[in-house]
């Protein structure tokens, strides 16, 4: 069941997630409709490897030259690929990002080594589109949301705590605790 959110029910951000989530859902349909080879250039034209297209459709790299050479694709493969596409399209010309390609391999933290890539083979591209709005706790947040662990499976050396504000914080974590 849906619930129909009015403007004064949510944040702006959340809007405007929800804008970009639907405007990913209608231009993936979209693409779906396009030629996969073409498709695919438009990837390679965006700086992806081969490898990185096959990694974000969830094929081998073998099959992604099967369909460069106009061999078919099951459903769910032509949709994973049109939604990447979209979502790169979405990146770039309604986020202003520049070099979609190197801002997706881009590790997310200094200390975790998870990509907008991770994110994209994950199928959580909800994420990304919190990221794209390049807010200031977004990469925090897109960890967050897609391994909560992140801090202690790529930072043991840091722990969270809560603050004698009441905010959480960071701080080396010492063996005699």
């Not at 083979?121 to 990221?131: G, K, S």
Request: overall charge negative.
């Amino acid at each position: 069941m849906s619930t129909v959110r009015h403007v004064d029910d949510a944040p702006t951000g959340v809007l405007h997630s929800d804008g970009l989530d639907e405007e990913l859902r209608s231009l993936t349909v979209r693409c779906a409709g396009e030629r996969l080879p073409s498709l695919l250039d438009r990837l390679a034209a965006l700086g992806f490897s081969w490898r990185d297209i096959a990694r974000a459709a969830g094929v081998s790299g073998p099959e992604v030259r099967r369909w460069r050479r106009g061999g078919s694709a099951t459903g769910a493969g032509r949709q994973r690929v049109a939604r990447f596409v979209a979502l790169c399209e979405i990146a770039a010309e309604r986020c202003h990002i520049v070099d979609v390609a190197a801002w997706l391999e881009t590790p997310l933290h200094p200390e975790a080594p998870l990509t907008g890539l991770d994110l994209v083979e994950t199928e959580r591209l909800d994420l990304i589109l919190v990221l794209a709005r390049d807010r200031p706790d977004g990469p925090e947040q897109v960890l967050d949301g897609f391994d909560p662990d992140w801090r202690t499976r790529y930072c043991p050396g840091v722990e969270v705590f809560t603050a004698a504000d009441g905010m959480p914080g960071l701080r080396l974590a010492s063996s005699d605790r």
